[in-house]
Antibody, heavy 125, light 111 residues
């Protein structure tokens, strides 16, 4: 079955970086976008950006474009998200989610149909 | 403050129907058919319930339906069941910043 398996909980110090991974299985990895979404405790969902696993191209939310980096390794069907210069309000659950089919000229619906279970990132000194 | 506006809470009795609204602008909700709806149970990842304004993914009950009028999208849940109690979020692509916006979320309580 289609599955996204995320790495375990992380603790990072203010100013440091953390990397969260998301391993895909059950489908052709390079055929679908991967989104990253976060949720602070008791808060709503916040979109960070997407990566095209085929080309490696990325699109970040303006708020995150200078301190979030998304990459992929097609040999192991894994996407990575690095969050740098951690602040206390970066403490959240970070989710990866599968998006639309990567197909030139295709109409995109910008949905997220399969989600990982989430990775808790705690920023603490 | 979220870019898409949802009511903080709605409620209904079992068997009734409820509608959750999601208001945006002509740059997002009103621009194209990129509205999605997600259900989130406590401690769980969100689950896609509706995409492309009104399309249901395989396995989602037909009690869930979506629509849009102008800059406002709606999720209607008919025949409410206890298991529908959850938070619901809408999302939409925005051409203004070429990014995806979420609504602030609506807590549905089944009375």
């Amino acid at each position: 079955q289609v599955q996204l398996v995320q790495s375990g909980a992380e603790v990072g110090k203010p100013g440091a970086s953390v990397t969260v991974s998301c391993k895909a299985s059950g489908y052709t990895f390079i055929d679908y976008y991967i989104h990253w979404v976060r949720q602070a405790p008791g808060q709503g969902l916040e979109w960070l950006g997407w990566i095209n696993p085929n080309s490696g191209g990325t699109n970040y939310a303006q708020k995150f474009q200078f301190w979030v980096t998304m990459t992929r390794d097609t040999t192991i069907n894994t996407v990575y998200m690095d969050v740098s210069r951690l602040k206390s309000d970066d403490s959240a659950v970070y989710y990866c989610a599968r998006g639309d089919l990567v197909a030139p000229g295709a109409i995109r619906h910008y949905y997220m149909d399969v989600w990982g279970k989430g990775t808790t990132v705690t920023v603490a000194s | 403050q979220s870019a898409l506006t949802q009511p903080a809470s709605v409620s209904g009795s079992p068997g009734q129907s409820v509608t959750i609204s999601c208001s945006g602008t002509s740059s997002d909700v009103g621009h194209d058919n990129s509205v999605s709806w997600f259900q989130q149970q406590p401690g769980k990842a969100p689950k896609l319930m509706i995409y492309g304004v009104s399309h249901r993914p395989s396995g989602v009950s037909d009690r869930f339906s979506g629509s849009k009028s102008g800059n406002t999208a709606s999720l209607t849940i008919s025949g409410l069941q206890d298991e529908d109690e959850a938070h619901y979020y809408c999302s939409s692509y925005t051409i203004r910043t070429t990014s995806i916006l979420f609504g602030g979320g609506t807590k549905l309580t089944v009375l």
